[in-house]
């Protein structure tokens, strides 16, 4: 999938990376929807809520949460810290989790690691994007019960914020008052487009007919 989107991007996406820049791939090709070994994090609390409040939820009677990583404690246990790894193919821990996913080969390495990307992207940048790379079919929690046999340490990954039922509107309603909605985190035309149809200061006011 990464080398037919690879292929195909060029004549619909101006800022392409570099042919053989795999990682900026990888980042473009999962901010803009397709399957990929990357999982997507974010620096902000802000935007983070927005992606835990979708408005076309249809029950907001459930409770949301916001998960609080912790990348640099996560880089140490896996003996890649400290700091987040810079997301490029010359870092020998990414490449070896990266190029398989090109290559077609079958290789699994049991290790998540924390990435932060290169900012090629506008999306990249208003949404202050960070990853976590995986290199095995295990979700998040699944390797961490697996990776850390001690339940103290365990528990700095398993932090969340909780968003209480039958709230998630309003929240959004706020983050929109805050400048943080689909016009700024989605920046092309078709996100400003839903943006502004959607304001009510641009809807007409009901007229009686004469």
Not at 95 to 101: D, I, M, N, Y
Request: hydrophobic share 40%.
């Amino acid at each position: 999938m990464l080398n037919d989107f690879r292929n195909r991007a060029p004549v619909r996406h101006s800022g392409c990376p570099d042919e053989q820049d795999l990682c900026s791939w990888m980042s473009l090709a999962q901010h803009y929807g397709l399957p990929t070994r990357l999982l997507d994090w974010t620096l902000s609390p802000l935007v983070a809520a927005y992606f835990a409040t979708d408005p076309d939820e249809k029950d907001d009677a459930i409770f949301g949460s916001i998960r609080v990583l912790n990348p640099i404690r996560l880089n140490e246990l896996v003996k890649e810290g400290p700091g987040l790894l810079c997301f490029t193919t010359g870092n020998q821990a990414v490449s070896e989790l990266v190029t398989p996913a090109f290559d077609d080969a079958v290789a699994e390495v049991r290790k998540i690691v924390a990435v932060l990307p290169a900012e090629h992207d506008l999306r990249l940048f208003v949404q202050q994007s960070v990853f976590t790379l995986h290199g095995c079919a295990l979700d998040l929690d699944d390797w961490l019960t697996e990776s850390i046999p001690d339940e103290r340490e365990l528990s700095h990954f398993r932090l969340f914020a909780v968003i209480p039922p039958g709230t998630k509107r309003a929240l959004r309603a706020d983050l929109d008052r805050l400048g943080i909605n689909e016009a700024t985190l989605f920046p092309d035309l078709s996100n400003l487009a839903r943006y502004v149809a959607r304001d009510p200061r641009n809807r007409k006011k009901s007229v009686p007919p004469h």
